[in-house]
């Protein structure tokens, strides 16, 4: 009898189970069938104070065959359990950057943040829709400091209350600067971000879902205040045995050195000679009187100074006309910015006192240029690292 009384409580909850899970999953409470998430890009940003910054940009494409609109959409970020353990962990600084959207951080029964994506204008069948926000996580929440002063960055990109083709979706986190990889998770790689100069963990694709989610593992330490290239090494001590005794001139190993270095100095001239040659190409059209300038060595360095010295806003600025092939309406960059107009304004004002940006009018608004000589540097940095490879 009290097996059936058992047996029959569960089909009578079952509903009401299944009722809860569902608001759990999807705030908005609408249906997910016939929509999908078609790729999405999850690009993560590693600080020394183990806070990180994610951007996510999302297409989102309605099914002809849906019966209904879409209003909204949810991404869980940080569940109950974490917030419970640490209540300074979780979501900060959110705030949506591309797609005429809002954001607002809720709550559920399982997640202590979550992400609601709201379209003003409802999603209807045959909408494609692409979108971005970027939140920051508090520190410690995904990326810990360790004992031995390794960093481990564990994130699980939790499932939204949408279809995603993860088959299709990347995933990049970028390091802090003079960072080595010492571990990454499976399906990971090591690449150089070429526009920061920083080593970068990609993930071309996901892994099949695991659970509520994917996750994303790696380890790093700082090796250094400037950029490197290459991730840590392990590296064989040297000991008193390896040391031989009692050897004769070492006639073989001097020659050796006198062929190795000769090589290495010529390989280098000529490196430097083509680079010189090469960076003496004539650019035309910054002027008003289409002069032309030249670029030497002393321009090379002062603009290579210059890119090193760009704070975060005024990077994001030049990334977006490097996007825009170096032209863009000034108009279009705090929708693509996240930037309020005088924010955008101030910003503008610091590149163009720096000579990386010019300004002219255009009607009501104004024409942004990236100076070319800056435009040329970045872009040969962009084509070095595409050709150098891991």
């Not at 960072?179 to 099949?208: C, H, Q």
């Amino acid at each position: 009898m009290k097996r059936n009384a058992t047996m029959l409580a569960i089909i009578m909850l079952l509903p009401m189970m299944l009722c809860s899970l569902t608001s759990i999953i999807g705030v908005s409470g609408e249906p997910s069938n016939g929509a999908f998430i078609n790729r999405m890009n999850v690009n993560t940003e590693l600080f020394e104070n183990s806070s990180v910054k994610i951007t996510i940009i999302a297409e989102i494409v309605v099914s002809d065959k849906y019966n209904g609109t879409i209003g909204s959409i949810t991404f869980p970020i940080v569940p109950i359990g974490i917030a419970m353990e640490n209540p300074k962990k979780g979501v900060q600084d959110y705030r949506p950057l591309l797609g005429n959207i809002t954001v607002k951080k809720v709550k559920t029964e399982s997640f202590n943040d979550v992400l609601l994506i709201t379209f003003p204008k409802r999603l209807r069948p045959g909408n494609i829709k692409n979108i971005s926000f970027t939140f920051t996580l508090k520190p410690s929440t995904a990326l810990v400091r360790l004992s031995d002063s390794r960093y481990r960055f564990a994130y699980r990109m939790y499932m939204p209350n949408i279809t995603v083709y993860y088959n299709t979706s990347t995933m990049r986190a970028i390091l802090p600067y003079g960072a080595g990889i010492t571990k990454v998770g499976s399906n990971g790689i090591v690449e150089m971000d070429s526009l920061s100069g920083r080593l970068t963990a990609v993930w071309r694709t996901f892994g099949p879902p695991r659970g509520a989610g994917w996750d994303f593992i790696l380890e790093f330490k700082i090796l250094s205040e400037a950029p490197i290239t290459t991730p840590i090494k392990n590296v064989t001590p040297v000991t008193s045995t390896t040391v031989k005794k009692e050897e004769s001139f070492p006639f073989l190993e001097i020659a050796i050195i006198i062929i190795v270095s000769n090589i290495i100095t010529g390989s280098t001239i000529l490196f430097l000679y083509r680079r010189t040659t090469k960076k003496r190409a004539v650019l035309k059209g910054w002027t008003s009187g289409d002069e032309e300038f030249v670029l030497d060595e002393e321009d090379i360095s002062k603009y290579r100074d210059l890119i090193e010295k760009l704070d975060r806003d005024e990077r994001s600025i030049v990334d977006i006309l490097m996007s825009k092939n170096g032209k863009i309406e000034q108009k279009e960059l705090p929708e693509l910015t996240g930037f309020s107009k005088s924010k955008v304004s101030r910003v503008l004002k610091r590149l163009d006192s720096l000579g990386a940006i010019r300004r002219t009018s255009l009607g009501k608004t104004k024409m942004i240029e990236l100076n070319p000589v800056l435009k040329e540097l970045l872009e040969e940095g962009n084509r070095s690292h595409a050709g150098g490879g891991i």
